[in-house]
């Protein structure tokens, strides 16, 4: 069973709210005559949240809310949420939604990033974290390389594309809460449902039902948070389920990566030295897995090679995208398309076969990984 296959027929549905700008304030009007005019049984923002509206996967980066309070900085992030009977949901014209949006400068770029105020207080410049990793003296080691090869290389985000969009439904059993959803991490899940519900994690039970395609997007919290409120409040079962267009507007992404690489070898084709540069715009000035981005891919950006001379810098921009999250091997695929097509490089400048140069250079047992 599959996460919106599972949720019973007499559930109520939960639809997301969300600014159609990069970056805005907003106000609401009369959501009370809203909700009554057309039906609704709920209508949902950051006041109705009664723990925690935050959320994050890494201890020290929990700053995502689940609905933005005062402030959008994403185009498709939650501001609002409305619940009623799946026929009235399905059918109304949120056009009509009583926000008013007024639009901020936002910066959707790490180059951008700095022209904006910081979107954390405690994060200057709106850097979230650098990564660092330096073995032996490359600066040293580089002017005596026989070739120095060098280059420019950048990446977009990727969309995760998964078959099942973000689903899954709620239900309250007295004192707890049930939630089947289409996840990758349910006992994390667990945890941030009941930091946003303000309840013991005890009072929770997550239910994984066939993931339905994750790649790493559906390891942060989505769509539950909407549905857990709004079953919790009501105490009637709750499903949810992303368009597609939702999916791709709010989930997270693979980062955008700016990166300089130099890369020196001796003249029999043995690597000198290596020096990395890597920029990620991490989106949305929210962490999500940025921090393990930003230092997973200096610890892995000399690839499978021997390295004797070798530094790595990285740092993650927040900006005004939508979040940049996992995406199978946090960084890596990133940092390998600029070190391959150098050693490529490197092969042809010494009229080495490219295979040749991989086996001459590749790690062996005892081989000292910088």
């Given at each position: 069973?599959?996460?919106?296959?599972?949720?019973?027929?007499?559930?109520?549905?939960?639809?997301?709210?969300?600014?159609?700008?990069?970056?805005?304030?907003?106000?609401?009007?009369?959501?009370?005559?809203?909700?009554?005019?057309?039906?609704?049984?709920?209508?949902?923002?950051?006041?109705?949240?009664?723990?925690?509206?935050?959320?994050?996967?890494?201890?020290?980066?929990?700053?995502?809310?689940?609905?933005?309070?005062?402030?959008?900085?994403?185009?498709?992030?939650?501001?609002?949420?409305?619940?009623?009977?799946?026929?009235?949901?399905?059918?109304?014209?949120?056009?009509?939604?009583?926000?008013?949006?007024?639009?901020?400068?936002?910066?959707?770029?790490?180059?951008?990033?700095?022209?904006?105020?910081?979107?954390?207080?405690?994060?200057?410049?709106?850097?979230?974290?650098r990564g660092f990793v330096k073995h032996g003296d490359p600066?040293?080691?580089?002017?005596?390389?026989?070739?120095?090869?060098?280059?420019?290389?950048?990446?977009?985000?990727?969309?995760?594309?998964?078959?099942?969009?973000?689903?899954?439904?709620?239900?309250?059993?007295?004192?707890?809460?049930?939630?089947?959803?289409?996840?990758?991490?349910?006992?994390?899940?667990?945890?941030?449902?009941?930091?946003?519900?303000?309840?013991?994690?005890?009072?929770?039970?997550?239910?994984?039902?066939?993931?339905?395609?994750?790649?790493?997007?559906?390891?942060?919290?989505?769509?539950?948070?909407?549905?857990?409120?709004?079953?919790?409040?009501?105490?009637?079962?709750?499903?949810?389920?992303?368009?597609?267009?939702?999916?791709?507007?709010?989930?997270?992404?693979?980062?955008?990566?700016?990166?300089?690489?130099?890369?020196?070898?001796?003249?029999?084709?043995?690597?000198?030295?290596?020096?990395?540069?890597?920029?990620?715009?991490?989106?949305?000035?929210?962490?999500?897995?940025?921090?393990?981005?930003?230092?997973?891919?200096?610890?892995?950006?000399?690839?499978?090679?021997?390295?004797?001379?070798?530094?790595?810098?990285?740092?993650?921009?927040?900006?005004?995208?939508?979040?940049?999250?996992?995406?199978?091997?946090?960084?890596?695929?990133?940092?390998?398309?600029?070190?391959?097509?150098?050693?490529?490089?490197?092969?042809?400048?010494?009229?080495?076969?490219?295979l040749e140069f991989c086996r001459k250079n590749a790690f062996?047992?005892?081989?000292?990984?910088?």
């Amino acid at each position: 069973m599959f996460g919106d296959d599972a949720a019973p027929a007499d559930a109520l549905a939960v639809k997301v709210i969300r600014s159609p700008h990069h970056r805005a304030a907003f106000e609401f009007g009369d959501l009370e005559s809203y909700k009554c005019a057309n039906g609704l049984d709920l209508v949902l923002s950051a006041a109705d949240v009664p723990g925690e509206n935050c959320f994050g996967v890494i201890p020290g980066f929990e700053d995502q809310p689940m609905f933005a309070d005062g402030e959008a900085r994403f185009k498709g992030e939650a501001v609002a949420a409305i619940v009623g009977p799946v026929d009235i949901v399905k059918a109304l014209d949120l056009s009509a939604f009583p926000v008013t949006f007024t639009p901020l400068k936002a910066a959707l770029v790490p180059d951008e990033a700095t022209e904006i105020e910081d979107l954390h207080e405690s994060r200057a410049d709106n850097v979230m974290c650098r990564g660092f990793v330096k073995h032996g003296d490359p600066d040293a080691a580089m002017p005596g390389a026989a070739v120095i090869v060098e280059g420019h290389f950048s990446t977009g985000f990727v969309e995760h594309g998964y078959i099942e969009p973000e689903a899954g439904y709620a239900v309250r059993r007295g004192d707890r809460l049930e939630f089947h959803c289409c996840t990758q991490t349910p006992f994390m899940n667990r945890v941030g449902l009941s930091e946003f519900l303000g309840l013991s994690p005890d009072a929770i039970r997550v239910v994984p039902t066939a993931v339905g395609g994750g790649f790493g997007s559906k390891l942060d919290l989505t769509a539950q948070s909407y549905a857990a409120l709004a079953a919790w409040l009501m105490n009637r079962p709750v499903r949810i389920t992303y368009s597609r267009t939702e999916s791709i507007s709010s989930s997270t992404k693979r980062r955008p990566s700016d990166i300089t690489m130099k890369i020196g070898a001796a003249a029999d084709g043995s690597i000198v030295a290596v020096d990395f540069d890597g920029t990620f715009n991490t989106g949305a000035a929210y962490a999500s897995w940025g921090a393990t981005v930003a230092n997973c891919v200096p610890i892995h950006a000399f690839g499978p090679y021997c390295t004797p001379n070798y530094v790595a810098r990285s740092v993650g921009m927040h900006t005004n995208t939508p979040p940049a999250g996992a995406f199978r091997r946090f960084g890596v695929p990133q940092s390998t398309l600029a070190q391959e097509p150098l050693y490529d490089d490197l092969a042809r400048a010494f009229g080495m076969d490219r295979l040749e140069f991989c086996r001459k250079n590749a790690f062996r047992n005892g081989a000292i990984r910088p």
